[in-house]
C-alpha cells in the first residue's frame, strides 16, 4: 500500500487527548484579542455607520485568502480583534435595541467545548453522550411547562425554527387546508412559515391594544372553517406583551382548534415565582415555542420547541438507511433524525444544561427578576422626565418610549445618530399611530446608573429643533 504523500499537517486538532495543550495558547490569544477590540470600540458599538465600519474591517484584513497563511496566532489576533472592535455589544448596557442577549460566560465556556468535541446529532455514533444529554434537557426543560406523563421538546435554532416546526406539525395533523389565525402582534416567522409550508395565507387579526382579543378571537373562529390553528404570543417582539392565554386557549377548546404559543421571549418568566402568573395557561398549548438566547442568556443559537407529549413529534420521523437503519434502530441505537429538520446538528443542549446545573432555579429567577426589575426602573424615570413619553409599563424587559412634543422623523433621527456616533443601541416599533424607541433590557449587569447615563445621553441629542432633512454626519466619530 502506497503511503500518504509527505509527513502529516502541523495544524493542531482541537478534540482528541491533545486538543486542550493545543487550545490553551491559541485561547490567549482570543482573550487577549477581545480585550483589545473591545477597548478599541470603546462603547456599545463602533462610531461611524456602516461605511466607515466596512472600510476598517477590510483594511484590516486585506486578503482574506493569502497565498501563505499568516499562522494562527495572527489570524485569531487580528480577526477576534477586528470583530471585537466593530461589533454591538449586548453586554454594554447601552446596547438594548433587541432580543439579543449577552450571553453567560459558562454557557460560552461551555459553547468552546461543543465546538473542539464537533458531535453532530443526526446518529448515535456521531454523538453518544450528546444525544443522551439533548435527551435529558429536553424532556427536564419540557417538563417546566407541561405537567403530563411524557412531555418532550426539541432544539431549535430559535423562534423562527421553533414556530415553522409547530405549523409543520399542524399541518401533518390536519393536512393542506389548515387556516392559522394570529394576531397582528405575532412574529414575521408565523406567516412565513404558513408560506414556507404551501399553508393558505394566514389571517391577520387586528391587535389595536397590542395583544389579540379574545372576542376578536371569538369572531373569527366562528367565521373561519375547520381545520384552525391559532397561534398567540407571550412576548411580543416589539412591546414584550402576553396575549391573554388562559381566555384564547378557552376559544379554542370550544372551537376544535388548535393553540401554539409563541413564547420565545417570554416563556422562561416560569422560572420565576414573582413572573409566572403572567403565563397563566400557557400549558395548554398543543405546543410551545422558547428561546434561551433571550431571557435565558445563552449564545445563539438556543431554541425550543416543547409539546405535551411525545408521541406529537411522530410526524417529524425520517429515514436514511446511513443514519439511522431499522434493524439498528431495533437493535436500541437512538434514531435523531425526527428530532430536527436539520441533519447535521451543534450540540446546543450542553451550553444550556450547565447553565441550569450551575444556576439552578434560583439562579435563574434572580437573574429575570433583576431585569424586569431594571426595565421597571427605566420607565419611571422615562415617565417623571419633561421630555419623554412612556408608551406603558413593561410587561418583561421591553420600554417603548418617545421624545415629547417632536415628530416620527426626528425620533428615528434620535435613534440613528446615536448608532452612527456610537453612543447607544436602541429600537424602533410603531404602536398607536406614533413611531417609539424601544429600550429591550436583557443584561443582568446594568445598573441604575447605567440607566441614568442612558436618559441623560437621550435627552442630550433629542433633536427638537432639527430639520428633519439634516443628513447624518456618516464619518462622525465623536462620542
Known sequence: MTPPPGPPPPHPLAGGPHGPEALRPLLDTVLDALRTGAHE???????????????????????????????????????????????????????????????LAVAAAADLAASALNPSLD??????????????????????FYDTPHPDALVTTGGTEANQLALLLARERHGPHLTVLHGA????????????LGLPPTHTLPTPRGILDPATLAHALTTTPGPVLVTATAGTTDAGLIDPLDALADLCDHHGADLHIDAAYGGLLALSPRHRHQLTGLHRARSLTLDLHKLGWQPAAA???????TTLLAPLTHRADYLNA???????????????????RRPDALKIATTLRSLGR??????????????????????????????????ITTVLFRPTHTNDTHTATLRRTLLHQGHAVLGRTHADGHLWLKATLL?????TRDLDTLVTLLDTHTPRDLDPLTPLLEGSTHR
Open 41 to 103: 470600540r470603546g462603547g456599545p458599538l463602533p462610531a461611524g455607520g456602516p461605511h466607515t465600519v466596512t472600510a476598517r474591517v477590510h483594511a484590516a484584513l486585506g486578503d482574506l485568502l493569502p497565498d501563505h497563511g499568516t499562522g494562527d496566532h495572527e489570524a485569531l489576533r487580528t480577526l477576534v480583534h477586528t470583530l471585537a472592535a466593530g461589533a454591538a455589544d449586548p453586554a454594554d448596557p447601552l446596547c438594548a435595541a433587541h432580543l439579543h442577549c449577552p450571553p
Open 123 to 144: 446518529s448515535w455514533d456521531q454523538a453518544p453522550a450528546a444525544s443522551a444529554l439533548e435527551t435529558l434537557l429536553t424532556r427536564t426543560l419540557a417538563a417546566e
Open 185 to 196: 402582534n405575532a412574529h414575521h416567522s408565523v406567516p412565513r412559515s404558513a408560506w414556507l
Open 303 to 309: 431554541g425550543l420547541l416543547a409539546v405535551p407529549d
Open 326 to 344: 431499522p434493524d439498528d434502530t431495533r437493535a436500541g441505537l437512538p434514531d435523531l433524525l425526527g428530532r430536527s429538520l436539520r441533519t447535521t
Open 362 to 395: 434560583d439562579g435563574l429567577a434572580h437573574l429575570i427578576d433583576h431585569t424586569c426589575a431594571l426595565a421597571h426602573h427605566l420607565a419611571r424615570l422615562l415617565d417623571a422626565h419633561p421630555h419623554f413619553e412612556l408608551h406603558a409599563p413593561p410587561t
Open 443 to 447: 443584561n443582568p449587569h446594568t445598573t
